[in-house]
């Protein structure tokens, strides 16, 4: 049994075309969704493939109606092709009931996986660079040396609570205590490790 997918992007769009085209190449169910092709919930989608059943075909118009990504596209018609599910797409002339068409999605396959090592080792290498010129990638802390430096002072003169400190700062008690910790542990024998039992004591107010 062929079922059809299709899908337009906007209200102001028309499914005709693709239902038309749908049914001329014999599809007897056809889904439909009026979604972006970036977001995950399409409900008319969902339905489709939970109706499919072994031996059917799932068809679309084009390529791009079907998946978010061309690697989301392969995970799809990799899934149907566990459940013995053929898939077709009119306009590509893609049909992986037949040999070249399951060769195509092979191909398709080792692209998105090439695709995946390029990024991947342009990501390695920016961040060697990174390192070599003295800096290391992730989020930027939200408290650095300064601002610990500043919690200090603030906390030393008795004249603030840990909440005002965290008020002054523009973060939160949490945060506060977590960084004043980790600074604790990478200056054991420093001055912030004999202060924390009093920082400690505030933190508790």
Not at 13 to 31: R, T
Not at 39 to 47: A, W
Not at 61 to 80: A, F, M, P, Q, T
Not at 88 to 102: A, Q
Request: with cysteine; proline share 0%; hydrophobic share 35%.
């Amino acid at each position: 049994m062929k079922v059809g997918y299709a899908r337009v992007s906007t209200d102001d769009q028309k499914l005709d075309l693709q239902v038309d085209a749908l049914k001329d190449d014999g599809c007897e169910e056809i889904f439909t969704d009026v979604a972006s092709g970036a977001k995950d919930e399409r409900k008319g989608l969902n339905e489709a493939l939970k109706y499919l059943r072994k031996g059917d075909v799932l068809t679309v118009w084009k390529l791009d109606r079907l998946g978010r990504s061309l690697k989301h596209l392969i995970e799809i018609v990799n899934d149907l092709t566990k459940k013995d599910i053929g898939f077709k797409s009119l306009k590509e002339n893609i049909d992986t009931t037949t040999s070249g068409g399951k060769l195509v999605f092979h191909i398709f396959g080792a692209l998105a996986e090439f695709e995946r090592d390029i990024i991947r080792e342009r990501t390695l290498a920016g961040l060697a660079a990174a390192r070599a010129r003295g800096r290391t990638g992730g989020r930027k802390p939200i408290m650095d040396d300064t601002k610990i430096d500043i919690a200090l002072e603030l906390l030393d003169t008795k004249k603030y609570t840990a909440t005002e400190v965290c008020k002054v700062l523009k973060i939160s008690r949490t945060t506060l205590y977590r960084s004043l910790n980790k600074a604790k542990e990478k200056n054991k024998n420093s001055i912030i490790a004999a202060r924390m039992k009093d920082i400690e004591e505030k933190l508790q107010k």
